[in-house]
């Protein structure tokens, strides 16, 4: 189906879940750049929150993801005390401004907190910034879930759970430190269902230590038994460098670059014969979820949770490493714990890192977005498009890629080469970067 030319992915890049990408972030803006961007927030812009609950019951070794154990009582309460603290700093700020359309909770595991501390959570969102009719969605480990937390979600009004599934082979598992039966993900997925939660996600991976094609099958087949409405599937980054605890897996048992291209082509080939849409480079949804929608129409988007149907172009982040979005400015909330405490606790919001974002800047973080989600961009406006059509010369000798005039198309076979192409256009880029992963 796909054409492998591995010098075309030969160069780590990022996943643009924002542009600039967090690795441009600097200590150059700070609480006053956070406390203007709300005060510009239009009476009725729509806005998306997310809370980042920093917390699991077990630190798997392949994750990236700012988190610690929860395995003391007295922090978890802390932490909960301080983000009900940045609530209401920032509605106080907002003054009743805006118009929340969408909550998301990541983490980390939201589900390593008490199920009544997360009840409380969704309670003071929905009273504080009046959003009754707010979308709620929710990262679970199915490890420790059960139906006290099942209740609560059908409580709150939760309509979308994601799973972080990764493989159900036990001896993957265990190679990277997340040992979960599937007995445990049956359980929680017949739980959601009880619940109403409508729409499922299954974060899967690819390149794991010891994966081979048969082993990803099987956990496909494992997955479309359970028939979630959306699927995410992952290259693994083994990036130790930068994630200490990566170095507990065995990197000689890692798959080559070409059998990672193999697996990402059986994962979209199983996957759209079972009837699922791609979305972006690696995401899939069953025609009718709305994820899959927004693919279909051409209003699909994309931000730090991936591809989405969220059009927001507000996104405020909660909690210690949460990020806001704003058109003018990305803005980070400090990462250690004890300095966001501290900021949120004097009263101040926490920001500690971020980039103001110039109209140019915008303009090359839009035909990015474009070209993942709708697979064309207009670069017409960018005055480096020159620059950028000899960077992607190779590309379009394989035919990956498309010219008419200034607009740049990709083609079908182009799917595992969009975040390369797409950083052709990312004016912040420098060749073999060992900041990212591989595009595949």
């Not at 959003?131 to 009004?157: H, N, T, Y």
């Not at 290259?235 to 605890?245: D, E, F, L, N």
């Not at 291209?261 to 979209?268: E, K, P």
């Not at 300095?339 to 980039?355: L, V």
Request: include cysteine; charge should be neutral.
């Amino acid at each position: 189906m796909w054409s492998y030319h591995a010098d075309l992915l030969a160069r780590p890049v990022p996943r643009y879940t924002s542009y600039p990408t967090a690795a441009e972030f600097g200590g150059t803006v700070g609480p006053d750049d956070m406390a203007a961007a709300l005060d510009a927030v239009g009476a009725a812009a729509p806005i998306s929150l997310y809370l980042h609950i920093p917390y699991c019951r077990t630190i798997c070794w392949y994750c990236g993801c700012n988190t610690g154990a929860a395995n003391r009582t007295a922090r978890l309460e802390g932490y909960l005390a301080r983000l009900h603290d940045e609530i209401d700093l920032v509605t106080r700020r907002l003054g009743g401004r805006g118009r929340i359309g969408r909550i998301a909770f990541g983490g980390g595991s939201p589900n390593a907190i008490p199920p009544v501390a997360f009840a409380a959570l969704v309670a003071h969102l929905r009273r504080a910034f009046a959003c009754a009719d707010a979308i709620v969605s929710v990262e679970v480990d199915p490890r420790g879930f059960d139906a006290d937390w099942a209740a609560v979600l059908a409580d709150g009004g939760v309509t979308r759970v994601s799973l972080g599934v990764q493989t159900f082979d036990p001896a993957l598992q265990a190679a990277i430190g997340r040992v979960q039966p599937r007995a445990d993900i049956v359980r929680t997925v017949e739980l959601l269902r009880g619940a109403g939660v409508a729409s499922i996600n299954f974060d899967l991976m690819y390149g794991l230590p010891g994966q081979d094609d048969a082993a990803l099958a099987a956990t496909l087949e494992a997955t479309l038994a359970l028939a979630p409405e959306r699927l995410a599937v992952f290259g693994y980054a083994h990036v130790p460098h930068m994630i200490p605890r990566q170095r507990r897996i065995d990197a000689t048992a890692l798959p080559d670059a070409a059998a990672r291209f193999g697996q990402a082509a059986l994962a979209h080939e199983r996957l759209t014969a079972a009837g699922y849409r791609p979305v972006g480079f690696d995401h899939f949804a069953l025609p009718g979820d709305a994820l899959a929608r927004a693919a279909a129409d051409g209003t699909l988007r994309r931000n730090f949770q991936g591809f989405t149907e969220d059009r927001a172009d507000i996104l405020i982040g909660l909690g210690a490493s949460a990020i806001s979005q704003f058109p003018d400015r990305l803005l980070q909330n400090a990462k250690n714990a004890g300095d966001w405490h501290a900021g949120i606790g004097a009263g101040r919001f926490a920001t500690a890192r971020g980039i103001r974002r110039s109209a140019l800047e915008q303009q090359r973080g839009r035909a990015i977005e474009t070209l993942l989600c709708q697979g064309r961009a207009d670069l017409a406006n960018l005055p480096e498009r020159d620059a950028v059509k000899a960077r992607l010369h190779a590309f379009e000798s394989v035919s990956l890629i498309a010219w008419q005039g200034t607009r740049l198309q990709l083609s079908d076979a182009a799917l595992p080469y969009a975040r390369t192409i797409a950083a052709a256009i990312d004016a912040w880029r420098v060749v073999d970067d060992a900041r990212f992963s591989h595009a595949v």
